[in-house]
């Protein structure tokens, strides 16, 4: 009993010699801006959008670039009913990114990402499940639009002006 014990603990070192952790080097890191950026969020305020800035970009350690966030929403009205209420509504929001170097004085990268979502209301007054789903699918939507946006840039270079 003891030999088995013996060779598969053998097994199990020599076949874990040789990991690689995959955040070793800093270039294998997810978001280049994560504490070196400051970012100033206008246009459309959203509840959720204050939390979820600190999560994606961290604390400001070193402030090497600047990111201006400007919401803009559309409301749209997809099925109007013969009274007029709208029984499905289309939300659109646009984030218009804006990021610039300290060190250079230019921007180094701006887009636009566009992120919907569409809702079908619960009744003609007020609605507690409804107003829930939309505060919801705001953070969704906001949650999804700085992923798209981190991994943008992963294909620029940051540090140069455009």
């Not at 598969?8 to 997810?30: G, H, P």
Request: charged share 25%.
């Amino acid at each position: 009993m003891s030999r088995i014990f013996i060779i598969l603990l053998t097994f199990i070192i020599n076949s874990c010699a040789q990991i690689d952790f995959v955040y070793e080097d800093e270039k294998n890191l997810i978001n280049p801006l994560y504490e070196k950026v400051i970012v100033n969020v206008t246009g459309l305020e959203l509840v959720y959008i204050n939390s979820y800035v600190p999560v994606f970009f961290g604390n400001n350690k070193n402030h090497h670039f600047d990111l201006l966030v400007n919401i803009e929403e559309k409301k749209t009205k997809k099925s109007v009913e013969s009274n007029q209420a709208a029984s499905n509504l289309m939300y659109e929001l646009r984030f218009f990114y804006k990021l610039v170097s300290k060190k250079e004085n230019c921007v180094t990268f701006e887009k636009k990402i566009l992120s919907s979502f569409s809702i079908i209301p619960k009744s003609a007054g007020y609605d507690y499940g409804t107003d829930f789903s939309i505060d919801k699918k705001y953070e969704l939507a906001i949650n999804d639009n700085f992923n798209q946006f981190i991994s943008s840039l992963r294909t620029v270079d940051i540090n140069s002006c455009q």
